[in-house]
């Protein structure tokens, strides 16, 4: 039960955790002979990249899993008055994020807590959420489906309302040879979607790979970026998967990694995003209160506010307009165009 807490935020009054235990325990139980990795045309690790935390095991992607997952994505079954789908909230034109809103809005117009995060390279992240609240990828689902001001909609319900689809029966039966429609398939669908969506193509990734070369101003703001920020956005993902308080606010509204762990010394830290897309997955902080990276670079300049659990690395910077022009340009072709434009994407 412990576990299952350390899943979920903010909902974790709302669910019913008798029930996911019974599910965790099922998709524990499917994996106990993990295939440690599995080679097929759905999914091609870059070059450059580090092995993948999620392997899929036991839910090896395949062509038919992928268009199931991406059905239900963008689905409006999967909230409570079918109004709202994922891709409501995670646009691929924004590198699915939340076309440029601060907060998201779910069913009946009610206003979220914090910023849609963008979905791309999920394979290898340890934790998601701004708190880290859910521990695997395939629960990710779970937590939008449930909060009362998201989907506001339960796991129990939406399985009854695909199992009265003919549709989704068939296409379920081609997916996982079963007609009968479980938590476990629905969430293995949906992981195979979220799965897929990588980003590996920038300026960036072109030139770890000897296809391009920096800019003058690209050079110098990727030696900036290595000596003042790749502690935390760690190459080639662009985050480490920790948890930093990076000096917003010196009074907490949100109290970020705190409502999971209930540590003090958790207090409003929140998982450090990554760098990639950002011309696209603006506004940037959990409340998306910066809508430009220069914003963001004058915060980590001059503008970090100290606190008790302020990270330790975070110091004001001081950057020159010059240094600030230099890391806008460097960020820049950390940019994947064609991960907007790829048609496997789309609904």
Same mark, same amino acid.
Request: with cysteine; glycine share 6%.
């Given at each position: 039960?412990k576990?299952?807490?350390s899943?979920?935020?903010?909902? @974790?009054?709302t669910?019913?955790?008798?029930?996911w235990?019974?599910?965790?325990?099922?998709?524990?139980?499917?994996?106990?002979?993990?295939?440690?990795?599995?080679?097929?045309?759905?999914?091609i690790?870059?070059?450059?990249?580090?092995?993948?935390?999620?392997?899929?095991?036991?839910?090896?992607?395949?062509?038919?899993?992928?268009?199931?997952?991406?059905?239900l994505?963008?689905?409006p079954?999967?909230? *409570?008055?079918?109004?709202?789908s994922?891709?409501?909230?995670?646009? =691929?034109?924004?590198?699915?994020?939340?076309?440029?809103?601060?907060?998201?809005?779910?069913? @009946?117009? $009610? *206003?979220?807590?914090r910023?849609?995060?963008?979905?791309?390279?999920?394979?290898?992240?340890?934790?998601?959420?701004?708190?880290?609240?859910?521990?695997?990828?395939?629960?990710i689902?779970?937590a939008?489906?449930?909060?009362?001001?998201?989907?506001?909609?339960?796991? =129990?319900?939406?399985?009854?309302?695909?199992?009265?689809?003919?549709?989704? $029966?068939?296409?379920?039966e081609?997916?996982?040879?079963?007609?009968?429609?479980?938590?476990?398939?629905?969430?293995?669908?949906m992981?195979q979607?979220m799965?897929?969506l990588?980003?590996?193509?920038?300026?960036y990734d072109?030139?770890? $790979?000897?296809?391009?070369?920096?800019?003058?101003?690209?050079?110098?703001?990727?030696?900036? +970026? =290595?000596?003042?920020?790749?502690?935390?956005?760690?190459?080639?993902?662009?985050?480490?998967?920790?948890f930093?308080n990076?000096?917003?606010?010196?009074?907490?509204?949100?109290?970020?990694?705190? @409502?999971?762990?209930?540590?003090?010394?958790?207090?409003?830290?929140?998982?450090?995003?990554?760098?990639?897309?950002l011309? +696209?997955? +603006?506004?940037?902080?959990?409340?998306? @209160?910066?809508?430009?990276?220069?914003?963001?670079?004058?915060?980590y300049?001059?503008? *970090?506010?100290?606190?008790?659990?302020?990270?330790?690395e975070?110091?004001?910077?001081?950057?020159?307009?010059?240094?600030?022009a230099?890391?806008v340009?460097?960020?820049?072709?950390?940019?994947?165009?064609?991960?907007?434009t790829?048609?496997?994407?789309r609904?």
């Amino acid at each position: 039960m412990k576990v299952l807490i350390s899943l979920f935020s903010w909902e @974790r009054n709302t669910l019913n955790l008798l029930g996911w235990g019974v599910l965790l325990l099922s998709l524990i139980s499917c994996n106990q002979d993990p295939i440690l990795e599995t080679t097929n045309d759905y999914f091609i690790t870059p070059t450059h990249f580090p092995e993948r935390v999620y392997q899929n095991e036991n839910n090896v992607l395949n062509k038919e899993g992928i268009a199931l997952g991406k059905k239900l994505f963008f689905d409006p079954i999967l909230s *409570i008055d079918s109004t709202i789908s994922c891709g409501s909230c995670h646009s =691929q034109d924004y590198a699915f994020a939340d076309n440029g809103k601060p907060l998201s809005v779910g069913v @009946r117009g $009610q *206003i979220g807590i914090r910023n849609s995060p963008p979905l791309f390279n999920l394979a290898w992240y340890k934790n998601f959420m701004w708190d880290g609240g859910v521990k695997h990828l395939e629960f990710i689902p779970l937590a939008p489906i449930e909060l009362d001001i998201e989907m506001d909609e339960s796991i =129990q319900n939406v399985i009854q309302k695909l199992n009265r689809n003919i549709e989704y $029966q068939n296409d379920f039966e081609a997916v996982f040879g079963t007609k009968e429609i479980s938590d476990k398939e629905f969430l293995f669908a949906m992981a195979q979607y979220m799965t897929a969506l990588v980003s590996a193509d920038s300026k960036y990734d072109q030139m770890i $790979q000897g296809e391009t070369t920096f800019s003058s101003e690209e050079n110098r703001g990727y030696q900036l +970026y =290595q000596s003042e920020c790749s502690s935390c956005h760690t190459e080639p993902l662009f985050t480490n998967s920790s948890f930093k308080n990076n000096g917003l606010d010196s009074v907490y509204s949100d109290l970020g990694r705190k @409502r999971i762990t209930l540590n003090d010394a958790d207090l409003g830290k929140f998982k450090v995003p990554s760098l990639r897309n950002l011309s +696209y997955t +603006y506004p940037y902080m959990h409340d998306g @209160r910066f809508v430009s990276m220069e914003q963001v670079i004058e915060h980590y300049s001059k503008n *970090i506010l100290d606190s008790k659990t302020l990270s330790s690395e975070l110091i004001n910077k001081n950057f020159t307009a010059q240094e600030k022009a230099d890391i806008v340009a460097f960020l820049k072709t950390l940019d994947d165009e064609s991960f907007l434009t790829n048609m496997e994407y789309r609904p």
